[in-house]
Nanobody, 132 residues
Framework: QVLLAESGGGLVQPGGSLRLSCEVS????????IGWFRQAPGKEREGVSC????????YYADFVKGRFTISRDSAKNTVYLQMNTLSPDDAADYYC?????????????????????????WGQGTQVSVSS
């Protein structure tokens, strides 16, 4: 049974930083990718970043490039999303998601955007609020 558990959300001022964590367990093989998605009220879920567990390949959506960094700690089975220079536009519920066949998922195939329906497993989400 694949389980994903996010933590690290909260309230931060504009320009501040947060680090989200996603603890991963239960994948039957090492061939999987973990992605971070977010959804703000009234908006569609959008892919933010992903990382391949097989070779560490990463992908970032244009709107977070240079500000967010995804990483993994294999010993802890945890994927992190370091978020810097946060703005109110980044406020949303953030979800980590997992799927098999890392080469297909991350970086995403053409068109190069993350597609939520390609990920089979989802965490419960963690809320990120950005306000002064």
């Amino acid at each position: 049974q694949v389980l994903l558990a996010e933590s690290g959300g909260g309230l931060v001022q504009p320009g501040g930083s947060l680090r989200l964590s996603c603890e991963v367990s239960g994948f039957p093989s090492s061939d999987y990718a973990i992605g971070w998605f977010r959804q703000a009220p009234g908006k569609e879920r959008e892919g933010v970043s992903c990382i391949s567990n097989t070779d560490g390949s990463t992908y970032y959506a244009d709107f977070v490039k240079g500000r967010f960094t995804i990483s993994r700690d294999s010993a802890k089975n945890t994927v992190y999303l370091q978020m810097n220079t946060l703005s109110p536009d980044d406020a949303a519920d953030y979800y980590c998601a997992g799927g098999s066949w890392a080469a297909y998922l991350c970086p995403p195939t053409f068109p190069t955007i993350m597609r939520h329906y390609e990920y089979d497993y989802w965490g419960q989400g963690t809320q990120v609020s950005v306000s002064s």
